[in-house]
């Protein structure tokens, strides 16, 4: 039977340090216990903010639903998914080391694939890689790529310096080789501040801020001609939000025609490069319920091939049951929840098929 819905992220944390021992290598056990490790969690979504977890999706004490059977009731049987890929927000990025973060990727990969996709053949998952060492997250695509149930490569949103740099490219050659999108999430490595002016004082204005590193790494991938070097790569923005891309679209084409001659290698404007390589999920739908207004700004993205249906389980994006934002046209829904994931994650489609 044909698949009918892919959710393209859904949320799985690692319960405790003790999960992730098991995959450790022996000398990466002793030093979590000499140094009395307890957890790496991102700070970029603390466990008790309304935002990290809908009501609903509490289990015990408060705490985001985190298991199996949670998941399964709550998304997967609930809406009849097919295929949801799993993402691991844990704190490798944190680490100032580069060799225990490379150790804990590893850990969390193989956690992953264990006690998630092991047990539901409806889970794929994207690698979490050690971004602090271009070299070791190289290895560790090549190292989980054998496992067609990985279907991305996972990287934060806002890191120690813009995706478009050069030192990154040999992660994205081997993304591009493997057919693995580049999965861009919301999220922090904190080593700067989540704002253009500085630190702010409240959680509501780091997550709103998010946009900003969105469309900063998304210039600096297109200016530095990622895509060009790499014409079968895909991107996708996970929680990147949506209504923000067509005006930063039209700006940054419009400045790109005025200094183009600074950048040869883009070969068309931006905005185009963008729509060919370039997929957002649609949670958070930032858009207004009005549908003649979510048209409009669907028509000024240029494009009905962009969007991808998120759960975004268990964080609270939507209420009840209506997983499709309300305003997008029915004539999208089929290609929303389900085609635009095939032509975006060739294994995906290969398995599909």
Known sequence: MPWSTIDCDVHVNVPSMQALLPHLDEHWRDSVVDRGMNSLESISYPPNAPLTARPDWRGKGGAPANTLDALRSHALDRWNIDVAICHCLYGVQLLYSEDMAAAFAKAINDWVAKEWLDRDQRLRASIVVPMQNTEFAVAEIERCAVDKRFVQVLVLCMG????GRRQYWPVYAAAERHGLPLGIHAGSSYRHPPTSLGWPSWYVEDYAAQSQGFQSQLASLVCEGV????PKLKVVLLESGVTWLPAFLWRLSKFWRGVRLEVPWIDRSPAQIVRDHVRLTIQPFDGPDDPAAVAKLIEHMQSDDMLLFASDF??????GDDIMPAGIPQKLHGKIRRDNALAT???LAEQAA
């Open 160 to 163: 120690e310096m813009p995706l």
């Open 227 to 230: 895509f060009v070097k790499y």
């Open 314 to 319: 268990p964080h609270w994006q939507f209420d």
């Open 345 to 347: 994650y060739s294994r």
